[in-house]
């Protein structure tokens, strides 16, 4: 009796503890996840990117569930382009399951943000978010004026006053060079130089600086270019070190001389000249330094194999192995010039007509937007083409077999600006008051925009710079860069290099290639000063006839 008793209360014991472990009790349940339902930028649904934005926009999401309203404001982040956050206001309704955002301040006009809605968002229940997403947000152009308005001349004025600042004021103090661009330090340009040397009279005629401080400026260059800076045969490297004169590559195999950016150099110094024609000993020291600078070039040198073409580059490591010989139609046309023009180290005619016009092969004669573009490559290239050498070389009336060269560069102005208003490519901003596609820095790097390579930027000196061609079209592009874009893209050496509207991006960068001519070529529109400066040079007169170009000047 004991042992069944004893059986049973076991076998009791047992059962409990199975019932016990079969059955835990309920699991608890985890909070149901939540989705967007809709969204609103100013009233609109665009997918997840939107331009035109307001300046104080209104985002408005709505959930399937009620958010936690804590959670909202940890989760979501608004930044700018540059990655700085957006203070801004949540207010919730329908029972929370809606949010209203608003920025706390006004956004900047023609400025990048974004909106980013992670998986971390909870509902009340302390659900997640099924998937999170990201708004990108462009906003609006405010066209109303950032600055007074000012008579067209005295804007003009302004704007070669202001550029003329980065050749003056931001030179390099040792040699007195152009930095290549306001990031540079020691790295002086050689052809920047000679655009920066050039606008030392329209300076001194403006009233921006003295006389007497231009020459002492201009001794200080010359002297420090013929004493110190480093020559190839007579010609400079593309870059200097400003404290030495030393070369600094341009790249691995471009370490020697530039003939191009050597012809931009000598344009200059032959402009500052003819303008310093006083009889003082200063003046006269001058003019002499600068002949010692251009007679020692070897213009002829650079025909390689006395061959019927002008080459690019020479190394005094890699001798000629870049192998680029210049030929046209682009912006070297100066090059042929100066070599033709030499006293010392002169090329015969046959040099330009086949190296530069190939015999007549750099002819195009087809028409682009109602131009006939006479010279060059499809819808005209970038527009430094048209500016480079006719800093100094006057184009009016300018001709020879090939062209007719103010024909020619105001065509390939007009057929840029038409390709920018006409806007194949859907870019936001275009317009017939933003207009001009050259080389410029770009968002990342650095390109020669053209209607064949157009990546969205404008680059104020293309248009600025073709006012001798354009003169309504470049005013009505300057009153859009500084009315409209100046609190973005006027600074402390005038226009900043580059912008797009696009996926709005402005340049902090000033480049001295692109400053100096837009301060020449305003003066070449507004008194010709350069170009007669330039073209008094009996040399360059005698090169012209020798090339057969006839001119009103000659």
């Known amino acids: 009796m004991q042992t069944r008793l004893f059986i049973f209360f076991v076998a009791l014991g047992l059962g409990v503890a199975c019932k016990k472990q079969a059955d835990p009790g309920p699991s608890p349940v985890p909070p149901a996840s939540f989705s967007l339902n809709s969204l609103r930028v100013d009233g609109r649904f665009d997918g997840f990117v939107y331009s035109q934005v307001q300046t104080s926009p209104e985002l408005i999401f709505t959930f399937s569930n009620s958010l936690s309203q804590a959670s909202v404001r940890e989760a979501i982040q608004w930044k700018s382009g540059a990655g700085a956050a957006v203070p801004f206001s949540a207010t919730f309704r329908n029972n929370d399951s809606t949010v209203l955002l608003k920025p706390t301040g006004a956004l900047d006009h023609l400025a990048r943000y974004t909106v980013t809605v992670p998986t971390t968002l909870q509902s009340k229940s302390g659900g997640s978010l099924q998937a999170g997403f990201k708004l990108q947000l462009y906003t609006a152009l405010d066209s109303t004026d950032k600055f007074p308005r000012?008579?067209?001349?005295?804007?003009?004025?302004?704007?070669?006053?202001?550029?003329?600042q980065y050749f003056w004021e931001f030179a390099h103090p040792v040699s007195g060079l152009a930095r290549e661009r306001n990031t540079s330090g020691d790295l002086v340009t050689s052809g920047g130089s000679g655009f920066g040397i050039m606008a030392i009279p329209v300076a001194i005629e403006r009233g921006f600086i003295s006389r007497?401080?231009?020459?002492?400026?201009?001794?200080?260059?010359?002297?420090?270019?013929?004493?110190?800076?480093?020559?190839?045969?007579?010609?400079?490297?593309?870059?200097?070190?400003?404290?030495?004169?030393?070369?600094?590559?341009?790249?691995?195999?471009?370490?020697?001389?530039?003939?191009?950016?050597?012809?931009?150099?000598?344009?200059?110094?032959?402009?500052?000249?003819?303008?310093f024609a006083g009889s003082s000993a200063a003046e006269t020291s001058l003019r002499a330094d600068i002949n010692t600078l251009w007679r020692g070039v070897e213009w002829d040198w650079f025909r390689k194999d006395n061959g019927n073409?002008?080459?690019?580059?020479?190394?005094?490591?890699?001798?000629?192995?870049?192998?680029?010989?210049?030929?046209?139609?682009?912006?070297?046309?100066?090059?042929?010039?100066?070599?033709?023009?030499?006293?010392?180290?002169?090329?015969?005619?046959?040099?330009?007509?086949?190296?530069?016009?190939?015999?007549?092969a750099m002819q195009n004669g087809r028409n682009f937007y109602g131009y006939t573009l006479p010279l060059g490559e499809n819808l005209g290239g970038p527009l430094f083409f048209a500016h480079y050498s006719f800093l100094g070389l006057n184009p009016t009336g300018l001709t020879d077999a090939y062209a007719n060269y103010f024909t020619q560069n105001k065509n390939h102005t007009l057929i840029n600006r038409a390709y920018c208003i006409a806007n194949p490519q859907g870019y936001r901003g275009y317009s017939a008051s933003c207009w001009g596609l050259t080389a410029s820095d770009i968002p990342g790097g650095y390109t020669a925009s053209s209607p064949t390579n157009d990546r969205g930027v404008i680059a104020p000196t293309a248009a600025l710079s073709s006012f001798p061609y354009t003169p309504q079209e470049s005013m009505r592009a300057l009153h859009f860069y500084y009315y409209t874009l100046g609190d973005r893209l006027w600074g402390k050496y005038g226009f900043h290099d580059a912008f797009s509207l696009h996926d709005p991006w402005f340049a902090d960068s000033y480049l001295a290639i692109d400053q100096g001519p837009i301060i020449l070529m305003i003066e070449n529109y507004r008194s010709g000063l350069p170009w007669k400066l330039f073209m008094s040079c009996p040399e360059v007169q005698a090169g012209l006839r020798k090339l057969d170009f006839s001119s009103p000047t000659l």
């Open 150 to 164: 000012i008579s067209d001349e005295a804007l003009l004025t302004k704007v070669q006053q202001q550029t003329f």
């Open 212 to 275: 007497e401080d231009g020459l002492a400026r201009l001794q200080k260059i010359v002297t420090f270019l013929k004493d110190r800076a480093v020559k190839f045969h007579g010609a400079f490297p593309h870059w200097l070190n400003g404290a030495t004169g030393a070369v600094i590559p341009f790249s691995q195999k471009d370490n020697g001389a530039d003939l191009v950016e050597t012809s931009f150099l000598m344009q200059g110094l032959l402009t500052a000249r003819q303008y």
């Open 309 to 360: 073409v002008l080459y690019w580059h020479w190394s005094p490591d890699h001798a000629w192995d870049l192998n680029l010989p210049i030929r046209g139609w682009n912006e070297t046309l100066i090059t042929y010039v100066l070599a033709a023009s030499s006293p010392t180290h002169t090329i015969p005619k046959v040099v330009y007509t086949e190296g530069f016009a190939r015999s007549g």
